[in-house]
Nanobody
Framework: QLHLVESGGGLVQPGGSLRLSCAAS????????IGWFRQAPGKEREGLSC????????VYAHSVKGRFTISRDTAKNTVYLQMISLKPEDTSVYYC???????????????????WGEGTLVTVSS
């Protein structure tokens, strides 16, 4: 069983930056494609970004492209989401998710990954 834990959320001012982490326990993330999603109260879940097992293929939603960067650190068994130029509308609970489906990024955001973390809250407010 793959257990994912997100961290790095918090309160940040508009224009600020945060780096979210998605750490795994129980198994190596090397064999998993990873996605980042978010869901705000009363809104549908939004797929933000996806990274394949090699780290060479990344996909971004239009709403975050150019502001968010996904990356993975094999040695730390962790995937990151670097967020800059944050806006109040970025306020949400952010989730990482994993799946062994190699085509998950090609199908992103429509493919629903199997394993999910509990989420971390990001609040962008002055």
């Amino acid at each position: 069983q793959l257990h994912l834990v997100e961290s790095g959320g918090g309160l940040v001012q508009p224009g600020g930056s945060l780096r979210l982490s998605c750490a795994a326990s129980g198994r190596s993330l090397d064999d998993y494609t990873i996605g980042w999603f978010r869901q705000a109260p009363g809104k549908e879940r939004e797929g933000l970004s996806c990274i394949d097992t090699s780290g060479n293929k990344t996909v971004y939603a239009h709403s975050v492209k150019g502001r968010f960067t996904i990356s993975r650190d094999t040695a730390k068994n962790t995937v990151y989401l670097q967020m800059i130029s944050l806006k109040p509308e970025d306020t949400s609970v952010y989730y990482c998710a994993a799946d062994v489906e190699e085509n998950m990024c090609a199908l992103f955001p429509y493919y629903r990954p199997h394993f999910w973390g509990e989420g971390t809250l990001v609040t962008v407010s002055s």
